[in-house]
């Protein structure tokens, strides 16, 4: 079973990338439905943050094409991204950790401003308006996701959970229509993985984002999933439900090495 592509937002066809002799995504293919959280599961070195980096235009694939509400993005930029309605947050968090978590915010929301670089030199009634706009952007995410406390304070002196959620914020802030989330539980604790599938959930729900993510959480997954593909060893080796994936037999094979 499959997503209809009349209902996808994302449609990805074909996506092989090799680096030398290395096939590191062999021909996948599958359909983002709109409106829901997909998971993109496999073991380490399935091809998962390699699918996600094509997304992003950071690499190049030799085969395939990515249709964006039915345009191809293949050609587009990595600078115009944020533009085409796609946001992300990143393994590795790249926080500015001298800066507040408000201006941290900012900088994700300044994907969408007008304002030049004349324009930030000298300031006009037009660019303070903006600046004005994109800091109430700011302080509407800060309470949604209720770092409303720290607002004020340098991102590199909270604790790494106040760091996941700032960025987790900076990429709402650049107001996506599908958000790319790269294992976004790693490091946190209990109490945090549960606020994370709260926030997940809150997003599609209530933001209308739709959601695309790779975690090796299973339970996260699972929990939060309308929809879920597997990869394994750089193919896609089933999709469907959470409940239908937790019983396909290739999948209990690449995470368990047997049925």
Request: one cysteine or more; hydrophobic letters at 40%; aromatic letters at 6%.
């Amino acid at each position: 079973m499959a997503v209809d592509q009349t209902n996808a937002l994302l449609q990805v066809r074909g996506i092989t990338v090799r680096f030398g002799g290395i096939t590191a995504l062999d021909n996948v293919s599958f359909n983002l439905p709109k409106d829901k959280v997909c998971g993109l599961i496999g073991p380490n070195g399935a091809g998962k943050t390699t699918l996600f980096n094509c997304l992003s235009r950071l690499y190049d694939y030799q085969e395939g094409d990515l249709l964006f509400d039915g345009q191809s993005i293949t050609k587009t930029p990595v600078h115009e991204m944020a533009n085409t309605g796609i946001g992300r947050t990143f393994q590795n968090l790249a926080m500015f950790k001298t800066m507040s978590v408000q201006e941290n915010i900012m900088v994700g929301a300044h994907s969408k401003s007008k304002t030049g670089f004349l324009g930030g030199m000298w300031p006009t009634s037009k660019t303070r308006s903006e600046e004005t706009d994109l800091k109430k952007r700011a302080d509407q995410l800060i309470d949604r996701l209720k770092l409303t406390d720290v607002a004020k304070r340098p991102v590199g002196d909270l604790p790494f959970g106040f760091q996941k959620r700032v960025e987790f914020a900076r990429a709402l802030a650049s107001q996506p229509r599908l958000l790319l989330l790269d294992e976004p539980a790693a490091g946190l604790n209990h109490e945090e993985l549960s606020d994370l599938a709260d926030l997940i959930k809150q997003v599609r729900d209530e933001m209308g984002i739709t959601v695309l993510l790779v975690e090796h959480h299973m339970s996260l997954v699972m929990s939060v999933s309308d929809w879920i593909v597997a990869l394994n060893f750089g193919r896609k080796i089933a999709e469907g439900t959470p409940e239908q994936i937790q019983k396909h037999p290739e999948v209990i094979r690449a995470y368990l090495g047997g049925a």
